[in-house]
């Protein structure tokens, strides 16, 4: 099993719809967690945390599912300059040096 | 805010030519990271750093070296430029205490022809 493993994708979806990404990892010690966005070319931006008790920013919903080892990322009411590919990224941090682990991405493409 | 900046933005090199990515951020970051990342591709770590004078091999060392004479700058070096090293090469930096996140330079676009 993959350290983190996300639906490449493309998600193809209308403006105005919502649509959830989940990430999923290997690592139960894993302690901290991120969506990042990344445009076509572009670097890494952070979106979100992720918090246990569940986080919102805007139309931004992100949970950590522990039990089941995974993260989701919600998005109500898409735009069209929502269309990106989201990153999620785990930390196990132990102390010392993080090995953080980035999921390859999920397309999201918001059509008209 | 500067955060984490890279130079150059884009280069073309030679088969066989060296040359140096430089990387410096303004946050007192103790953790430095160099990733590249081919077309399509997820992010790939080359080397990384958790101090000056301290730096250790990621998941890609090979043709690349790095150095971290100062908390700021980590600079990477690529000798003997192969085809392969064609690449988007991004540059991050990180506080040393748990569970916070990197933040990346906007990259350097490397092509080796």
């Known amino acids: 099993r993959k350290e983190v493993e996300q639906d490449p994708g493309p998600f193809n979806v209308p403006e105005g719809a919502t649509v959830a990404f989940n990430c999923t990892y290997s690592?139960?010690?894993?302690?901290?967690f991120f969506w990042y966005r990344q445009d076509c070319r572009k670097e890494p931006k952070l979106l979100m945390s992720v918090y246990s008790s569940g986080n919102e920013d805007g139309r931004f919903t992100a949970q950590l599912n522990r039990a089941s080892q995974y993260i989701s990322l919600l998005i109500r009411d898409s735009k069209l300059s929502d269309s990106a590919t989201y990153l999620c990224?785990?930390?196990?941090?132990?102390?010392?040096?993080?090995?953080?682990?980035f999921g390859i991405g999920t397309k999201l493409q918001v059509i008209p | 805010n500067a955060g984490v900046t890279q130079t150059p933005k884009f280069r073309i090199l030679k088969i066989g030519q060296s040359m140096t990515l430089q990387c410096t951020q303004d946050m007192n970051h103790n953790y430095m990271y160099w990733y590249r990342q081919d077309p399509g591709m997820g992010l790939k770590l080359i080397y990384y750093s958790v101090g000056a004078g301290i730096t250790d091999k990621g998941e890609v060392p090979n043709g690349y070296n790095v150095s971290r004479s100062t908390t700021e700058d980590f600079p990477l070096r690529l000798e003997l430029a192969a085809p392969s090293q064609t690449s988007v090469y991004f540059c991050?930096?990180?506080?040393?205490?748990?569970?916070?996140?990197?933040?990346f330079g906007d990259g350097t676009r490397l092509s080796i022809l």
């Open positions: 991050a930096s990180s506080y040393s205490r748990g569970g916070q996140p990197q933040h």
């Open positions: 990224v785990v930390n196990p941090f132990s102390g010392g040096y993080q090995k953080v682990t």
């Open positions: 690592n139960s010690a894993s302690q901290s």
